[in-house]
């Protein structure tokens, strides 16, 4: 069956980086549209990035010049590179997979403070 595994998180300073991987397996990656959402408890999950088929990026307002979403079709991988992290970034992130159906990860806790 499709599974989505993510790594990655973890604890880091106020301006800090970190890169997420989202792992999958059961499913012909290159066909599906990947994105990173994050949701903090009692919140919304809130849309992150997205990576079309073709390589296509978008991204939240908050996100754009510092995160970028990237995939390796060959290791069936996304990735999210976040840089100059911020505290209002602390959330779970979770990768979602669509192509007919959609698909969720686990998610990963990611927490910036000092």
């Known amino acids: 069956q499709v599974q989505l595994v993510e790594s990655g998180g973890g604890l880091v300073q106020p301006g800090g980086s970190l890169r997420l991987s989202c792992e999958t397996s059961?499913?012909?990656?290159?066909?599906?549209?990947m994105a990173w959402y994050r949701q903090v408890p009692g919140k919304a999950r809130e849309w992150v990035a997205r990576?079309?088929?073709?390589?296509?990026?978008n991204y939240v307002v908050s996100a754009k010049g510092r995160f970028t979403i990237s995939r390796d079709n060959a290791k069936n991988t996304v990735y999210l590179q976040m840089n100059s992290l911020k505290p209002e970034d602390t959330a779970v992130y979770y990768c979602?997979?669509?192509?007919?159906?959609?698909?969720w990860g686990q998610g990963t806790q990611v927490t910036v403070s000092s």
């Open positions: 979602q997979a669509i192509y007919l159906r959609i698909y």
């Open positions: 990576i079309s088929t073709g390589g296509t990026t």
């Open positions: 059961g499913m012909i990656f290159s066909s599906y549209v």
